[in-house]
């Protein structure tokens, strides 16, 4: 049979330019986890007795390419609701469109390994020296002030920034990273933590976000008491305000707060005000033997839901021209023979007149319903089986060799010997989706119902998909019965949210929680009854007190009183 046939096949681990970490590309460790059940390194497995699924290149090519959607000459207008987009109604909101980059910044955060170049030769599988998988900001931090003081300004507290962005009539001091001076025709390199948080104009200022939410806790804290804090006070402080919004906020969007409190009960106590004297984590797949680690079926398969949330474009502000022919908005890459500077990729210098405005990423702004279109909140694109088109043909900046995200995905599971969504499905004890239920497509109600089924691509996928796939076609379920199944009118359909199904929420929402608990400095070891700064936590009718909640838009608005 083809899927037992042996196969050769090559995948870009590296590539782009020198001084580039292109998104995409493996990380140390990510392309050789363990096999072994005894011995665990900076990746590993969580289904390590699962046969791992395999196909031939040419099928996962053939599914990539249905998974990559067709060109749109036209993008849909301001003044028009996006079937593709995650809107969701008040009682089940969808997911802004912040949230895409802000998963990759905590990707980037997660996987980001300061090694040298020593270490990397005499440690290439990061199977002994490497870092210790955490929610920490080290991507921000770097080493600290001590070991790459030029990263921080003179006293060894405030981290540095860029220049002043114009554009954003929110935020009129938005900064861009720090920058080194090249030489003349040079592109201006971040000076950051992690290179990677410059990939993008988006993730690029929200990592400068970052940066003077901790200026403002130095400040806060110096006001506060009365004296400067040491930066290791403020570094913690500023770690667990970030932990919190991961737990409070971004994962409660991705998996739903049902399946987080299963994970973890007693985060339902905290919200309830309820008292508890410890955190304790009720990991069914996701355990270690000495130090956490990266489960590839994460890295490679469920924590990819990001790339089917992003979007082909962008309104950066209401004030950026934008290109004409998108009124307003830019695209996320070039195409192929087209002009990179009119499109959001990084590792350059941010042009004047795109500072972000992130009250159109985040819900922000309580009157933000009340404006006119370009003003409105960007919803990420629904997570299901279908990739923009501009993802299908990656620049040489992002990716080498293969060009399709889509193919990258499916190629590193067969890699990395990933087990089939069904076969994880039934280790899990869950329902399986049945092969005439595997559509490949768009999560409309104009498409969902007729996308074709996975086994019409290739008789490979009978009964065994990628993990990957399979965890996207979950998301997209509800959405798809309810366009075959008919009595909705098509904006109930296509107002039906997205967040990963019981196989990827399950995993991420494991990981996630499991890294956190094994963090031994994390607020759930250290301090379980701890809760953001009082003044930074705002109510539903926008005024800060001790009873509000405390998010990224409360993040940003804290960020925003330092200039």
């Not at 995650?86 to 990759?104: E, S, W």
């Not at 933000?368 to 990739?387: A, F, G, I």
């Not at 109600?445 to 076609?473: G, H, V």
Request: overall charge negative.
């Amino acid at each position: 049979m083809s899927n037992e046939k042996k196969v050769t096949y090559n995948i870009p681990t590296s590539g782009g330019k020198p001084g580039y970490r292109p998104h995409g590309t493996g990380v140390r460790g990510g392309e050789f986890p363990p096999q072994s059940s005894l011995f665990e390194g900076r990746f590993g497995r969580i289904f390590r007795t699962l046969p791992a699924a395999n196909f031939s290149v040419q099928a996962l090519h053939a599914l990539a390419q249905k998974i990559t959607a067709p060109h749109e000459d036209q993008q849909t207008p301001e003044d028009q609701q996006d079937d593709e987009e995650n809107v969701g109604t008040a009682d089940r909101p969808g997911i802004p469109a912040g949230y895409t980059y802000l998963g990759q910044f905590i990707d980037h955060d997660l996987t980001f390994d300061p090694a040298s170049s020593l270490q990397v030769k005499n440690d290439p599988q990061a199977l002994i020296d490497f870092r210790t998988p955490r929610f920490d900001l080290d991507s921000v931090y770097g080493r600290g002030p001590d070991d790459q003081p030029y990263l921080y300004a003179d006293d060894g507290l405030h981290l540095l920034l860029g220049k002043k962005l114009s554009g954003s009539d929110f935020d009129p001091n938005t900064r861009d990273l720090p920058r080194n001076t090249p030489n003349s025709g040079e592109p201006a390199r971040a000076l950051i933590g992690d290179p990677r948080n410059d990939e993008n104009t988006i993730v690029s200022q929200l990592h400068s976000t970052v940066l003077r939410f901790h200026n403002r806790i130095v400040d806060f804290l110096t006001q506060r008491d009365g004296h400067p804090p040491s930066f290791e006070t403020a570094q913690q402080e500023v770690r667990w305000h970030y932990q919190w919004v991961i737990l409070h906020d971004f994962l409660p969007r991705i998996i739903g707060w049902d399946i987080l409190f299963e994970i973890l009960p007693q985060l339902k106590q905290e919200k309830e005000n309820k008292e508890f004297t410890e955190f304790q984590p009720n990991l069914k797949v996701f355990k270690w033997k000495k130090e956490p680690f990266i489960p590839v079926e994460f890295s490679a398969a469920a924590y990819r839901f990001g790339h089917s949330i992003i979007r082909p474009i962008y309104r950066l502000n209401t004030n950026d021209p934008g290109t004409k022919e998108n009124s307003g908005r830019r695209i996320i890459f070039p195409s192929p023979d087209g002009d990179v500077s009119e499109t959001l990729t990084g590792f350059r210098t941010v042009e004047e007149g795109r500072a972000v405005d992130w009250t159109l990423f985040f819900d922000i702004a309580l009157d933000q319903k009340e404006k006119p279109p370009k003003n409105r909140v960007q919803p990420s694109y629904k997570l299901d089986t279908s990739l923009v088109n501009p993802l299908g043909t990656l620049p040489d900046s992002v990716a080498t060799v293969e060009h399709s995200l889509a193919a990258r995905n499916l190629l590193r599971g067969l890699r990395l010997g990933l087990p089939s969504g069904q076969a994880v499905a039934k280790h899990l004890g869950l329902p399986v989706i049945p092969d005439d239920q595997l559509r490949v497509g768009k999560a409309t109600a104009a498409d969902a119902a007729n996308n074709p089924l996975l086994t019409s691509i290739s008789p490979e996928f009978r009964n065994q998909a990628p993990l990957w796939y399979y965890i996207l076609a979950e998301a997209q379920l509800e959405i798809q019965k309810a366009a075959q199944q008919g009595g909705l009118s098509e904006k109930e359909i296509n107002d039906i949210p997205t967040r990963l199904g019981p196989v990827g929420a399950r995993i991420v929402g494991e990981v996630f929680v499991g890294l956190l608990f094994g963090d031994s400095h994390s607020y759930l070891r250290q301090y379980p009854g701890w809760k953001p700064i009082p003044e930074f936590r705002r109510t539903k009718d926008g005024t800060f007190n001790p009873d509000g909640d405390f998010g990224v838009p409360e993040l940003i608005l804290q960020a925003k009183e330092s200039v």
